[in-house]
């Protein structure tokens, strides 16, 4: 197992809310409360620090290439989840695909006291297997409420139209 990708579906449903490059360093902090509500001291968020970066690039779900920083600033991407194995990695967010190769990750908490991967996986209460399941499960749900509400609104237009 490589913490370098397992992380991803670790941090499912975490909002990437900050990040600054300086060279091949990365800091990306990732809000994610009812995890992080579970560690010591009391925080709502991990700082990911993501070293060795040779790849950091953003696609919409159109495929267009926009910068991570500006997507912050507009939607609070979330993490969903990510089927890759090895580098480069191409992470799932709400709103589109994040891309990274890198060489090393550390974790740390939102307070500044360094974090282990496994302590971090520990405290979702899940293996692997059911973490993937989650994630699936997760989705679907996200896509069901879309549809809903995009079905509600269609029927809204067709009374105000017609």
């Not at 709502?44 to 953003?58: P, W």
């Not at 908490?109 to 520990?122: N, P, Q, R, Y």
Request: aromatic share 8%; charged share 25%.
């Amino acid at each position: 197992m490589d913490k370098r990708t397992q992380i991803w579906n670790v941090l499912h449903d975490g909002e990437i809310t900050a990040i600054e490059r300086n060279g091949e360093t990365l800091i990306m902090f990732v809000s994610i409360p009812y995890l992080r509500r579970r560690m010591k001291p009391i925080g709502d968020s991990f700082v990911l620090t993501i070293s060795g970066l040779t790849r950091l690039e953003y696609l919409d779900y159109d495929g267009k290439s926009s910068s991570l920083a500006e997507e912050i600033e507009v939607a609070m991407p979330e993490i969903l989840s990510t089927d890759s194995d090895s580098m480069p990695i191409t992470v799932n967010l709400t709103t589109g695909h994040l891309l990274l190769d890198f060489r090393r990750i550390s974790f740390a908490l939102d307070t500044g006291e360094a974090v282990e991967f496994e302590v971090i996986e520990k405290n979702t209460g899940l293996n692997g297997k059911q973490r993937q399941n989650k994630t699936l499960e997760v989705t679907f749900d996200h896509y069901e409420i879309i549809y809903q509400i995009l079905s509600h609104f269609i029927n809204i237009v067709r009374n105000v139209l017609f």
